[in-house]
């Protein structure tokens, strides 16, 4: 029962359960150091029965009790079973996360949670209520109830957990410190679009023992894979008895019956911890892991219990076997296999040099490139001796990060970080601050950490965050989005929040959007708080300290933060005033306020609900010299036409476009603004009439060179998708260099209407099989998908296409399609990629399974395993499709 609930599965039972709590403590090898037959014995003297022989009312605890090491102490702790709940016999024992099989950490705080903690679940500040959690016995799942003893339900997954926070770190929790101590209080924050969970315990002690037991378990499972491969590898084979060598040597005849190689036996016995010749599917697990294999375990445990023909609960060595064969036989990739194997059992290194050459499109570095994947994924030690790869090393190959379809030439830093700013797109964030909509939404700091509950723009690489600030309460300015009932933050929050994740990610610049609507005195408390908090971090002053000729580098402005906003003077005039007699303080404000109301006059304001209201534009406030001050590279000026700008204009100075004057720009005049955005930042933002927070496609933009096409990271969908695959490339650092004719001051590209240089490519794409695909409907039992794939490509307005194939009835496992889909590209410099995966449905839309979106030159050819990740852009492995990509130029006389 209690293995069913790990799996997932409904149970007519009500957890948490009323258990006598049984530790498994480590016993020395002075007090235990039996091993093999003598460990049964061990087992049997303290009454447990041999592994696979336990009653069915017992078969989960025996399958987990042969995951752990036998030369053990079992300590039942009576208390715990009371403390759990009442009404159901304390008999069961039960297993803690401190079990040597299990590898998990032995500490008194893990064992204090598992006993479970009433604390406070606080949502808001009306919302705050009782809840009794529990860590669950495999040490990697906390449920709660109402109260001890009542219904439960799961509440998360260790490996969910991204971070947990102090109380004074919680934004919530913060605000409700005169009701709630904040010591007493601790933020949990998961990976995902999930919210946080603020809880508040009964005392310092008892939020210290859940941080701590939480932050241990968080760390073991990072390093577990890492540790545990170590742990492997240090094993010099397992050096047993006359019983484990006439076992090997059982094993080693499976290799012969199945042909599959003796290492297959070999990590048999590298997972068979205790032995036995026997195993759990929990060691299966592990094992298979540590082999690379990829595996969704919902459907691995069908297999498991297929292959178990004993019924048992463990596999012996043949249905060990037939169940690696059921999860890894892929016929399409057998079938590739001998079509360049002469043997159909092996390529050797001739043969896979051709292959990488021909097929993978490798070029001169395929024999060099051949030697490292053979030694890279070849599991036989023997084949690696003879530079041959076997078919399991050709499905890993395949499978690995070698065999994606993303280059991994442009993974890490690849591009020349050197060149001028406004010759880069800019990863930018639009109202950073909010996590909902426009008009009721909540504004938070985590909008600049995380997006409801994903990654947040500047911890996904988002190097251009807007920040709009208007005069709060006790002459401290707020953050929120104006006119409207969103909630409100301190800016000095912000500020924090920023200096804390600004270069996490990136150590590229990070720049400012500053939406200025306080007054004077506020103004002043805005440039102090920048100044202090950040620091170093905050460029106050051109880098030399001489008037520059160009936008700086990414290069040059590693770690630093730009403000973006009004500015009082030029550059010019801010040098030529250091060297002349400073002018009477009366004098100086005048000339400012004639200035600064040119400009207020004329500036369109970026958000519709009060661009709209001129009475406003009349109270604009005077700007404080000390907040102009800071603004030293991008100066925020009106646009009035290119014609204007070139005149007027100097180069570190800049103009936000809406996306419907953006749009009618390029359309009236897109090689001008291909030209202007050469030498000046544009910012495009959208539509103060998307309430909802949703957002324009960038692509558009892109494609007229515009650096900074901002976005509402808190909305998944296509248009984010775009935005993470264009931005996926050159370690994710926040800025691509643009294409070397949208550098070109004297370029003739027109968005609008593209004429390449080159001859217009032809991309080929197979599209095979698919591999693990996920149920859209989790709930709905027996649910089954119905794939089909969609390519879609995002470019210039000629090239954006999309094609899709037929669907597969009832196949998520492994559907196969073998259909090819052609598209003809004309600027592939410009153009995005994204893969969709759908579940067919001829009533309704077709159900979104997965994507993936990657840039043009980013794609490596040949036959490629595509990675799926779900519509919050979080990995859904295993689930991946397989392809055959190639490109080709374009033939004299087609069609086009």
Known sequence: ELDGLNRGESSHLSPPYSFHLAVTLPVTAANCSRRGEEASECKRSKGEKEPGRASSSHSGESRRAQTQDCYSATVTLASVGKAVGDGVPAARPYPVPASPGSGLPINQDLLLMQKGTMMRKVRSKSWKKLRYFRLQDDGMTVWHARQAGGRAKPSFSISDVDTVREGHESELLRNLAEELPLEQGFTIVFHGRRSNLDLVANSVEEAQVWMQGLRLLVDFVTSMDQQERLDQYRQDGVRAGARDHRRSQMLQGWGQETGRPGWLSDWFQRGDKNQDGRMSFREVQRLLHLMNVEMDQEHAFQLFQTADASQSGTLEGEEFVNFYKSLTQRAEVQELFENFSSDGQKLTLLEFVDFLQEWQKEGERASDLALELIDRHEPSDSGKLRHVLSMDGFLSYLCSKDGDIFNPICLPIYQDMTQPLNHYYINSSHNTYLVGDQFCGQSSMEGYIRCSGEEGALKRGCRCVEVDIWDGPSGEPIVYHGHTLTSRIPFKDVVTAIAQYAFQTSDYPVILSLENHCSWEQQEVIAHHLTEILGEQLLSTTLDGQLPTQLPSPEELRGKILVKGKKLKTLEEDFEEEEEEPESELEGEQEAELELEAQFESEPQELSPRSKDKNEKKSKPILCPSLSALVVYLKAVSFYSFAHSREHYRFYEMSSF???????????????????????????????????????????????????????????????????????????????????????????????????????????????????????????????????????IFGVRPDTARQETSYVENNGFNPYWGQTLCFRVLVPELALLRFVVKDYDWKSRNDFIGQYTLPWNCMQQGYRHIHLLSKDGISLHPASIFVHICTQEELEGADS
Not at 666 to 683: D, M, P, Y
Not at 724 to 739: H, M, S, T
Request: net charge neutral; proline share 6%; glycine share 6%.
């Open 658 to 792: 809406s996306e419907a004057k953006a749009k009618s720009l390029i359309k009236e005049a897109g090689n001008e603004f291909v030209q202007h955005n050469t030498w000046q930042l544009s910012r495009v933002y959208p539509s103060g009439l998307r309430t909802d927070s949703s957002n324009y496609n960038p692509q558009e933009f892109w494609n007229a060179g515009c650096q900074m096409v901002a976005m509402n990271m808190q909305t998944a969908g296509l248009e984010m998708d775009l935005c993470d695959g264009l931005f996926r490339q050159n370690a994710g650092c926040g800025y691509v260099l643009k294409p070397d004719f949208l550098r070109d001051a004297q370029s003739s590209f027109h968005p609008e209407k593209p004429i390449s240089p080159f001859k217009a490519q032809v991309l080929l794409i197979k599209v095979i099989s698919g591999q693990q695909l996920p149920k859209v409907d989790k709930n709905k039992e027996g649910s089954i998908v119905d794939p089909l794939v969609r390519v879609e």
